[in-house]
């Protein structure tokens, strides 16, 4: 009777305990990435480029048994991403990655905290000098700068507008790059600057293009997730052309977008995994590049480019990959 | 004395009981339906509910990191709480959170900036009362707008949180932004690092947890004293149970409802000013959380009672901790949180002020038959 | 600054605002049908969320602009219902029910937006319709009647709102009820009825505010499509004295100071757009402290009804 007792009890611990631990421990404890980002993974822009280099970087390496994926989206509020990062880094996450600028000062207070975990963040070059921390950026004025060079061969009115969030970060250096880039070709086009003051604010964004098309823009670009705004006001218009940057936006008017500066993260995403593998877990800066591969121009197949257009794109490529065409961020 | 008299005195209290009970179980059964509903979503999105609701609990609660962080979210929340509780008691309704939590921080983050060579004992406590201050006039401008011009304080309060949020967009972009990003070419918005002696002390090493919320509580106690322990907590309390007798006796409405809109804003700067302070050590866009309007359902939670609000926040601060542990666990969009949190306050809402009007209700006609009687 | 003057970009201001404006018509003309009923529905911007949603998606998979439009309305409706049961028939607070409808169309809506479509799309929706010899007219013609069918709808709104407030039975009941329900209940009227029809009313209005948005102005679908515009339409019922001819000139003074503060950023004109984003709210408060001695509000606004308390 008495042991009857004991094996029910034991077996009502063992329940208990079950139900108390939801998640069951894998067999071969798989390599661990969470990120941390400020708009959805289908933003058509930032979080979502880093999204699909992460997923590509998984299919390559074998899939989910191989490279745990998770991520937290829209957490565009930082206290609440510093948690996120704090209790994604508190669960053992082999690399934890804060996708946002504005994440950085979260970054330096949690990454002293776990010593084991490898911390990315970016869009920024500042690693704190911490051991754990690597920080990557990518040379948005390059892509910006190719951008502007197919432009100002394509305009007609001689009028380019550029609609823009905010004036930080990589939305600031691809526009300046743009501008340069522009003024190579000719110093005559205007180029007009908006910044709307919201990364998300896509009515906004909207009224801005429309803006611009209404004073005689006929190429636009620009930059975040709420461009979708600017591409829905070219496509209404009909015949204003499209740049875009940070995920190729082709689809979104296959018509219209000549040409899309595309983040490549996935290069860098498998050198941190490869030296955290090898025992480095931080330290290092990152720079996305039209060099390394790291940024690409993606040419929408949809759009037929003049044959002389894109010599002079390929050509301000190559000029920037070698180094007899800088520019200013 | 007549029997019947005796019964009906027994049935008044035995009514009070009844009430309080509603007061507590009503918004709890309120909250069940809705996570009930969260329930099917889950189920629609081929999440296991039990999975995720004990991820839910065992974020909030199954670890230092998530009991500290409950109990940090939780702080917020009850400030403001404390603050509805006084304007509400009022009768005045305060939507105006958001942007008094901002001026809060606002005026947190300007003064220990400004004043960076004044000693700990010192700096915080003027920064908290600087905190309150800047809280309280955001208050006061839909509190004096109301008494003098009528003007409905739901959109005045909601208005001043727009402007709010423009203003400190405005200053942590410019004045206040911080000199290293400026340097570093990132220019986020953010403020410079507090000196460190206006750094509310941690409580919990590795945590966030800190002494603001131990001064939230004590506030909390504060409060219930003042409401029920001073003449001027009687009298804004008379002037929302019934703000004609309150005239009639003497009491000057206007000014008792514009004073508990002012002290509302205040409580809500101090949490601003906690947030700051203790939490975040600098000023950064997105410090209130939404914390001005999850307030108030605290509030609601706690029967409207300061220390009432106490456990109620405590809970809610579960609720969102536990809701983004549960994301994060079973990825799941945190808009299903969202919009789950806004079928509780809808289910809340819904049940625990009918019951209170309708057990007040029944009190003041008991109340009345026991005159007759008389 | 010379550049303001002239005429084509004051046209283009004038065309902004107009198309601007739509949304917030749509839906404070809508919320004035509530609040004169006596109901504050705060939770304008989440219906908007969630009808901007369903219309989106209708178009998007039948590529029909009227069943979307449709699908808006219908689901206004439902909201407003569920306002109507939470703030009428339970008698909840209603600032505070408002809000949680709100918070409730924010994540539903991006919740559904995540789950059935994922990644921002664009839909052709309602085209501008040049309407034919007033459209014409050099300069004015392309500033007042070459819009889409909804910016119409959105000021034709205005003189059938009006005429349906003052010179309908049913318009007298709503102000009735709004003024004094304990009158209108003794004179039979029935108050929730009339407070369910006009709160839903005012919900599918509001449906197709979100509408406007998705299928026709900016055709497409994303997060918080509607970035609070919902409270400010709210605000501009008070702003225009629960009048509909008041709540136009409070949307085109909004609109049009939005549409000012873009062109001046093209001109290249410095001002920072944080404080331009501020003036519409300041100015608003202003306004209700001006007006609010010449108009009085609904006497029984925000004030759930019961029979038998005065």
């Keep these: 009777m008495f042991k009857r007792l004991i094996v029910v009890m034991v077996l009502l611990a063992l329940l208990v305990t079950a139900c108390a631990k939801p998640t069951p421990t894998a067999p071969v404890t798989p390599f661990r990435i969470a990120v941390v980002m400020p708009s959805a993974i289908t933003d058509m822009a930032f979080s979502q480029s880093m999204w699909n280099a992460l997923l590509a970087v998984q299919k390559e390496m074998g899939g989910e048994a191989v490279v745990e994926l998770k991520y937290s989206e829209n957490m565009f509020k930082v206290p609440d991403a510093a948690t996120a990062i704090r209790d994604y880094a508190s669960q053992g996450f082999d690399v934890v990655i804060a996708h946002g600028s504005q994440y950085g000062t979260s970054v330096q207070e949690i990454a002293p905290d776990f010593p084991a975990v490898t911390f990315a963040w970016g869009t920024d070059v500042n690693t704190f000098g911490m051991p754990n921390v690597y920080a990557y950026t990518a040379a948005a004025e390059e892509g910006g700068y190719v951008n502007g060079v197919l432009a100002a061969m394509l305009t007609k009115s001689k009028t380019i507008g550029v609609t823009g969030p905010v004036e930080v970060g990589d939305a600031k250096t691809y526009i300046d790059g743009f501008v340069q880039g522009v003024a190579a070709v000719d110093p005559t086009i205007t180029v007009s600057k908006t910044w709307t003051g919201s990364f998300s604010d896509v009515a906004l964004m909207t009224e801005a293009a429309k803006t611009h098309i209404a004073a005689g823009a006929d190429i636009l670009t620009g930059s975040s997730q709420s461009v979708v705004g600017s591409i829905g006001a070219a496509k209404d218009n009909g015949k204003v052309l499209w740049f875009g940057t940070q995920q190729d936006q082709a689809s979104l008017a296959p018509e219209l977008v000549v040409a899309s500066q595309v983040y490549d993260w996935t290069g860098m995403v498998k050198e941190i995994i490869a030296q955290r593998k090898a025992g480095t877990l931080g330290g290092k800066t990152y720079t996305l590049q039209l060099k390394n591969d790291g940024l690409k121009i993606s040419f929408n197949p949809a759009y037929t480019l003049a044959a002389d257009v894109k010599a002079a794109g390929d050509k301000a490529i190559k000029d920037i990959i070698a180094g007899t065409v800088t520019v200013t961020p | ?158 208005m001043m949180n727009a402007v709010g949020l423009q203003l400190m967009n405005l200053l942590v972009r ?144 579960a609720l969102l901790v536990g809701g983004d542990k549960m994301q994060r666990a079973v990825q799941v969009p945190n808009s299903l949180i969202d919009a789950i949190l806004g079928l509780v306050v809808l289910f809340v809402v819904g049940s625990a002020l009918w019951s209170r009007r309708w057990a007040a209700h029944r009190q003041m006609a008991a109340a009345k038959n026991q005159e007759e009687q008389a | 600054m010379n550049d303001v003057f002239q005429l084509s970009v004051i046209a283009g201001i004038l065309t902004s605002a107009i198309r601007l404006a739509t949304p917030y018509l749509y839906a404070a003309i809508g919320e004035a049908f509530s609040q004169r009923s006596g109901v504050l529905n705060l939770g304008v911007d989440g219906i908007m969320l969630i009808s901007a949603y369903a219309s989106f998606y209708v178009v998007l998979h039948t590529n029909s602009i009227w069943l979307g439009l449709l ?240």
Excluded at chain 2, 5 to 19: L, N
Excluded at chain 3, 133 to 142: C, E, S, T, W
Excluded at chain 3, 225 to 240: D, N
């Design chain 2, 1 to 158: 004395m007549p029997p019947e008299k005796d019964e009906k005195a027994v049935h008044a209290r035995r009514f009070d009981f009844s009430g309080l009970f509603f007061n507590a179980l009503l918004p709890l059964a309120g909250m069940l339906v809705a996570l009930l509903i969260g329930a099917i979503m889950l189920l629609i999105l081929k999440v296991n509910p039990l999975t995720a609701y004990a991820q839910m609990v065992n974020g909030a609660f199954g670890s230092v990191s998530g009991i500290t962080q409950t109990l940090v979210k939780a702080t917020p929340l009850l400030l403001v709480g404390l603050g509805i509780c006084i304007a509400f008691r009022a009768s005045v309704i305060n939507i105006g959170g958001e942007g008094q939590i901002i001026v809060g921080a606002l005026a947190a983050t300007w003064f220990p900036l400004t004043f960076r060579t004044w000693p700990g004992w010192l700096l915080i406590p003027s920064t908290l009362l600087v905190g309150f201050a800047a809280g309280a006039v955001w208050g006061f401008i839909p509190g004096i707008l109301k008494a003098r011009l009528k003007v409905n304080e739901i959109l005045t309060t909601v």
């Design chain 2, 174 to 317: 410019s004045v206040l932004m911080d000199p290293a990003v400026i340097v570093s070419g990132t220019y986020l918005a953010q403020s410079e690092r507090l000196p460190e002696q206006a750094w509310l002390v941690r409580l919990v090493p590795k945590t966030l947890l800190n002494t603001g919320s131990l001064i939230a509580v004590a506030l909390a106690i504060v409060v219930y004293i003042f409401l029920w322990r001073t003449t001027i907590g009687y009298r804004i309390r008379a002037v929302g149970f019934n703000a004609e007798a309150a005239r009639f006796s003497g009491i000057n409405v206007p000014f008792n409802q514009a004073l508990s809109l002012t002290l509302a804003g205040g409580f809500a700067g101090i949490a601003g000013a906690i947030e700051v302070m203790g939490v975040q050590h600098r000023l950064l866009e997105g410090i209130t959380s939404g914390y001005g309007f999850s307030g108030i359902v605290a509030a609601l939670f706690g029967g409207l009672h300061p220390l009432g609000t106490i456990p109620a926040s405590i809970l809610f601060g």
């Design chain 3, 71 to 310: 699908a808006a309305i219908v689901v206004g409706l439902l909201m407003g219902l569920l306002m109507s049961f939470v703030s009428v028939t339970l008698k909840a607070e209603q600032g505070i029910s408002g809000i949680g409808l709100y918070m409730f169309g924010l994540g539903l809506s991006s919740l559904l937006f995540k789950i059935t479509i994922g990644t921002v799309k664009t839909v052709t929706g309602f085209q501008p319709v040049k309407i034919p010899l007033l459209g014409n007219i050099p300069v004015i013609g392309n500033i007042f009647f070459n819009h889409s069918l909804l910016v119409y709808g959105a000021f034709l709104l205005v003189p059938v709102a009006w005429w349906i407030m003052e010179k309908t039975t049913w318009g007298l009941r709503i102000k009735s009820v709004g003024q004094n329900p304990a009158a209108a209940d003794s004179l039979g009227v029935n108050v929730d009825r009339v407070r369910y029809v006009s709160v839903c009313i005012g919900a599918m209005l509001a449906g197709i505010a979100g509408a406007s948005l998705s299928i026709s102005l900016l055709n497409l679908f994303q997060d918080n499509l509607t970035a609070g515009q919902g409270f400010i339409a709210v605000a501009l019922v008070y702003f225009g004295g629960w009048k509909p001819v008041g709540i136009l000139w409070g949307a085109l003074l909004f609109s049009t100071v939005n549409a000012f503060q873009l062109w001046m950023q093209v001109l290249g004109v410095k001002i920072p757009s944080d404080v331009a984003i501020m003036l519409p709210y300041l100015l608003t408060i202003a306004a209700l402290a001006v007006t609010i001695n010449r108009v009085r509000q609904p006497a029984a606004l925000n004030k759930p009804f019961e029979r038998g308390e005065s």
